[in-house]
Every structure is written in structure tokens, then in C-alpha cells.
């Protein structure tokens, strides 16, 4: 019997494999996301000037826009989505390569076979990869936060978040 | 009955078919000749709603529509299976989709041709590929069988050997309607025969008819193309005459 998930990627694809380059894909873009803890720490270390043996905060530090310290953060997730255009496409070619499986596809009683098969996984992986991006946004804003001292975080970090949205 | 009512197909300024009209009735194998650009796959296409035409088929007077394109199916030598998917994997996404799916026939033909079952098919030979192709139409649980050059690249052997099975396996509710440049190999296996000629019905003949007649299937569609024997002993004398006079 057919795999019920198999059913949801180009006949002869692997649904196991195309999760693997998804997964991959994330993984780096996850790591890549790091970066911003990076820029955090170096930020946040800026605001402390060193007095003897002890840092203390500087009396007018003010620490960089959230938007700043994010940079390019969630690029990575970006990429991942935005790979779904070439994804979908070699779903498509797949039907005209090797053999013309097209005919087959474009034969059957079911006229959304076809697509549904070339567009769900990429779709999909697009959705998460757009969702994990929201979601480690919110985490990162949060700790952003948290860690910057009271009294150095710039006025408007919310607007200037939702300024990222273009809202 | 499929009945095709004036097609015409054009691929820009070419036209492909030009009003061809024709019925199938239910049990009938028909052979469709012609040419290489006669036409035969484009028709082929129509019927399959693969191309758009001008025109009209009908599927037992009714437009062919989504519930009645289980009821064709087609064999061609560009082969319509996945490649990376097995012949098991094959027989899954039929079954799936062709409820008529006949597995105790596709079991039956995969071992008669000794195909393995559990390969993908781009690691099958060029006369596997076209068995199997040829299985998955026969499987399929169609009443009208298209076939476009099923058996280019197959030995004499085995397509002999197919057409032993074919005839021994049609019901007949089955219809076979095959392209093929094969004449003589097929003169036996058809009932009657359709020549297209440049996109036109050149002729369509029983092979009862030829029987009668004392015609064989070669001489009808020759005589039809009102084919030149001596053309090429023509062209030859003509080349050597050219090359003489230099």
C-alpha cells in the first residue's frame, strides 16, 4: 500500500529525502541565526567601561536598536523559503525528465494529483521556515530585553520592530 | 464507442490534423499508419485531452471528463512511467488511482517478461522500459487502449511475444488503438487499419476487406501513398547520371 505521506511528493522523490535537505537546510540557518548573540555580547559589552579592576556601566551608554544587533540574523530562514521556487520547480521537471510521466499525471481522475505532489512539501517547508523565523524573532527581541540594562535601551524598540514588517 | 468528429490540430502555422473524423467501437484493435509528422501521435494526444483541438470526441456520446479518463489509457515510446519509482511503487500509484487496476494481470505479464519488481525503472533496459510501459497500459483497466510506437527498440522475439499476449489477454470490452511503422509484424493482430496521411484520413479498411480482396496490409497502404517503387533506383540512376556527366 501507498505510503500516506508519500503521497505528497513526485512519485519516485522520497519524502525521507526531501525532509533531509529541509532539515539541513534549517539547521544551518538556525546556527547561522546565532550570530546574533554574538553581536549581542559585544554590544552589551560597550556599554560597561572598565574602572580599576572593576566595569562598571558607562552614565551615558545607550545600547544599539534591536534591529541592529538582529542584522542578518534570519537570513538563513529567508533562504530556506525562498528555496521553495526552485523546489517547486524541480518537482515540475522531474515529469518531463527521464521518461514523460506528465502524460500520466496529467491522465489521471484526480486533476490536483499533480500539484498537490509538486507543491505541498515546498509549501510547507516555506510555512516553518517563515514560522521559525517569527518565532525566534520574538524569543530574540525577548532576550534582547532582558539583557540590555534598564535605562540604556533606545526609546520605540517595538515600532522599530514592526518596522522590520514594513508595518 | 469513441467517436472522433472533425479534429483539427495546429501547431502554429502547421496544421496537424486536418477534420478527422473516426470511431472505435468497443473490442476493435485498430492500427493507425501513416508517416513519420503523419500526424498518428498528435491524434493520439487529443484523445487523451493531452492537446486542446478544434473538434469533438466523445466517449460513448458523452465529452470525455474526469470520471472518464480512467476508461483510456496510453502506451508511448517516450514512456509515461517515473523513472526513480518502482514497478511495485507503480502498481501502488495505479491502484490508488485506477480502481478497474488489474493486478492479477499486471503480477501475471511482470513475470511472463521476467521484469524485476522491485528495481526503479531507470536502471530497466530500453525493451524493459517499453514492457513495462506497455503493462502499466494493459493494467490500467481501460476500455480504450492507446498505444503510440510501443515496441521501438525491442527485439522481433519480444514483440512477437507481445502480441501473442495481447491477443490472449484482451477481453473484449478492450480496445487497442496502435501506432506503429511495424506493418507486416501487426497485418495479423489488427482488425482493421487507419492510414493518416499529412494530418488527413487516408484510408480506414477492415482486414476482412483486405482478405476479400486479396490485398495484403503493405500493398493497401503503399497503394493508398500511391508509393513509387522505383523511386529510389530513380534517384540512384539519376545521382550516378550527375556523377557521369562531371
Same mark, same amino acid.
Given at each position: 500500500?501507498?505510503?500516506?505521506?508519500?503521497?505528497?511528493?513526485? /512519485?519516485?522523490?522520497?519524502?525521507?529525502?526531501? +525532509?533531509?535537505f529541509?532539515?539541513?537546510?534549517?539547521?544551518?540557518?538556525?546556527?547561522?541565526?546565532?550570530?546574533?548573540?554574538?553581536?549581542?555580547?559585544?554590544?552589551r559589552?560597550?556599554?560597561?567601561?572598565?574602572?580599576?579592576?572593576?566595569?562598571?556601566?558607562? /552614565?551615558?551608554?545607550?545600547?544599539?536598536?534591536?534591529?541592529?544587533?538582529?542584522d542578518?540574523?534570519l537570513?538563513?530562514?529567508?533562504?530556506?523559503?525562498?528555496?521553495?521556487?526552485?523546489?517547486? +520547480?524541480?518537482? !515540475?521537471? !522531474?515529469?518531463?525528465?527521464?521518461?514523460?510521466?506528465?502524460?500520466?499525471?496529467?491522465?489521471?481522475?484526480?486533476s490536483?494529483?499533480?500539484?498537490?505532489?509538486? +507543491?505541498?512539501?515546498? +509549501?510547507?517547508?516555506?510555512?516553518?521556515?517563515?514560522?521559525?523565523?517569527?518565532?525566534?524573532?520574538?524569543?530574540?527581541?525577548?532576550i534582547?530585553?532582558?539583557?540590555?540594562?534598564?535605562?540604556?535601551?533606545?526609546?520605540?524598540?517595538?515600532?522599530?520592530?514592526?518596522r522590520?514588517?514594513g508595518? | 464507442?469513441?467517436?472522433?468528429?472533425?479534429?483539427?490540430?495546429?501547431?502554429? $502555422? &502547421? $496544421? =496537424?490534423?486536418?477534420?478527422?473524423?473516426?470511431?472505435?467501437?468497443?473490442?476493435?484493435?485498430v492500427?493507425?499508419?501513416?508517416?513519420?509528422?503523419?500526424?498518428?501521435?498528435?491524434?493520439?494526444?487529443?484523445?487523451?485531452?493531452?492537446?486542446?483541438?478544434?473538434?469533438?470526441?466523445?466517449?460513448?456520446?458523452?465529452?470525455?471528463?474526469?470520471? *472518464?479518463?480512467?476508461?483510456?489509457?496510453? =502506451?508511448?515510446?517516450?514512456? *509515461?512511467f517515473?523513472?526513480?519509482?518502482?514497478?511495485?511503487?507503480?502498481?501502488?500509484?495505479?491502484?490508488?488511482?485506477?480502481p478497474?487496476f488489474?493486478?492479477?494481470?499486471?503480477? @501475471?505479464?511482470?513475470?511472463?517478461?521476467?521484469?524485476?519488481?522491485?528495481?526503479?525503472?531507470?536502471?530497466?533496459?530500453?525493451?524493459? &522500459?517499453?514492457?513495462?510501459?506497455?503493462?502499466?497500459a494493459?493494467?490500467?483497466?481501460?476500455?480504450?487502449?492507446?498505444?503510440?510506437?510501443?515496441?521501438? @527498440?525491442?527485439?522481433?522475439?519480444?514483440?512477437?511475444?507481445?502480441?501473442?499476449?495481447?491477443?490472449?489477454?484482451?477481453?473484449?470490452?478492450?480496445?487497442?488503438?496502435?501506432?506503429?511503422?511495424?506493418?507486416?509484424?501487426?497485418?495479423?493482430?489488427?482488425?482493421?487499419?487507419?492510414?493518416?496521411?499529412r494530418?488527413?484520413?487516408?484510408?480506414?479498411? *477492415?482486414?476482412?476487406?483486405?482478405?476479400?480482396?486479396?490485398?495484403?496490409?503493405?500493398?493497401?497502404?503503399?497503394?493508398?501513398?500511391r508509393?513509387?517503387a522505383?523511386?529510389?533506383?530513380? =534517384?540512384? @540512376?539519376?545521382?550516378? @547520371?550527375?556523377?557521369?556527366?562531371?
Open positions: 500500500m501507498m505510503d500516506k505521506w508519500s503521497r505528497y511528493v513526485p /512519485p519516485g522523490f522520497g519524502l525521507k529525502r526531501e +525532509l533531509k529541509f532539515t539541513a537546510g534549517a539547521t544551518c540557518a538556525f546556527v547561522w541565526s546565532l550570530a546574533f548573540f554574538f553581536r549581542l555580547y559585544q554590544a559589552k560597550g556599554l560597561y567601561i572598565l574602572e580599576g579592576a572593576e566595569w562598571i556601566l558607562s /552614565p551615558e551608554a545607550q545600547m544599539p536598536d534591536f534591529v541592529e544587533i538582529l542578518s540574523s537570513a538563513g530562514f529567508g533562504v530556506v523559503a525562498a528555496s521553495a521556487v526552485p523546489w517547486i +520547480l524541480l518537482h !515540475y521537471l !522531474y515529469h518531463w525528465q527521464g521518461s514523460r510521466s506528465i502524460y500520466l499525471m496529467r491522465r489521471l481522475p484526480d490536483w494529483e499533480l500539484h498537490r505532489r509538486c +507543491l505541498t512539501v515546498p +509549501l510547507a517547508a516555506m510555512a516553518v521556515s517563515l514560522a521559525a523565523a517569527a518565532i525566534l524573532l520574538l524569543i530574540y527581541f525577548g534582547y530585553l532582558t539583557a540590555v540594562p534598564k535605562g540604556c535601551l533606545a526609546p520605540g524598540q517595538w515600532q522599530k520592530l514592526w522590520i514588517f508595518m | 464507442m469513441l467517436q472522433i468528429s472533425h479534429v483539427s490540430k495546429r501547431y502554429g $502555422e &502547421k $496544421e =496537424a490534423l486536418r477534420d478527422v473524423s473516426l470511431q472505435l467501437s468497443q473490442g476493435e484493435i492500427g493507425l499508419f501513416g508517416e513519420n509528422g503523419a500526424g498518428k501521435t498528435t491524434l493520439m494526444k487529443c484523445i487523451l485531452g493531452l492537446l486542446a483541438y478544434r473538434g469533438q470526441i466523445l466517449l460513448d456520446g458523452r465529452p470525455i471528463v474526469k470520471k *472518464s479518463k480512467a476508461r483510456l489509457a496510453f =502506451a508511448t515510446a517516450e514512456h *509515461s517515473f523513472p526513480n519509482l518502482t514497478p511495485e511503487g507503480h502498481r501502488d500509484f495505479y491502484s490508488w488511482h485506477f478497474e488489474r493486478e492479477k494481470r499486471f503480477r @501475471g505479464l511482470m513475470e511472463f517478461f521476467e521484469l524485476p519488481i522491485h528495481k526503479p525503472l531507470r536502471s530497466f533496459s530500453a525493451g524493459q &522500459k517499453n514492457q513495462f510501459e506497455v503493462i502499466l494493459l493494467c490500467q483497466g481501460a476500455d480504450y487502449i492507446l498505444m503510440d510506437e510501443p515496441f521501438a @527498440g525491442n527485439d522481433v522475439f519480444n514483440r512477437e511475444d507481445f502480441y501473442k499476449v495481447l491477443l490472449g489477454i484482451l477481453e473484449p470490452s478492450e480496445t487497442i488503438l496502435l501506432s506503429t511503422h511495424l506493418i507486416r509484424e501487426v497485418s495479423g493482430f489488427i482488425g482493421r487499419a487507419v492510414l493518416l496521411h494530418g488527413e484520413i487516408a484510408g480506414d479498411v *477492415s482486414m476482412a476487406q483486405l482478405e476479400d480482396s486479396g490485398q495484403s496490409l503493405l500493398d493497401f497502404i503503399k497503394c493508398t501513398y508509393y513509387e522505383d523511386r529510389v533506383s530513380k =534517384a540512384l @540512376g539519376e545521382l550516378a @547520371g550527375e556523377e557521369d556527366g562531371e
